[in-house]
């Protein structure tokens, strides 16, 4: 997925050197942001993140995390989740290392 954002990407851009209309410029302008927050996407989708990983983070953001199967994207922007990089790619980190560990044993 993150390679087809980014083929859309060159894409817009090259459209928007040749020809600059507000179109495009706006569309230049969402695509950009899907690919700042893809990788974090990405992360979120991880498998291995549990519920209580989900709780640490909204927790740690002052949301009240409450366990549904609807966790979607919108939820997930409403409570604006994507503004705090650095907590989600330390927690998905987390998770991995612990799967290694256990993985290994």
Known sequence: MGNLVNNFSKDIIRL???ESTPL???IRDMIEEWRSIMPMILD???KSLKQKHWEAMFSFIGQEFIFSNNLDLHKIRSVNLLSYPDLIADTV???GSLFSQRAAC
Do not use: P, Y
Request: overall charge positive; glycine content about 8%.
């Open 44 to 46: 979120l989708g991880n």
């Open 16 to 18: 928007v050197k040749r």
């Open 93 to 95: 980190a987390t998770v």
């Open 24 to 26: 495009t410029n706006m």
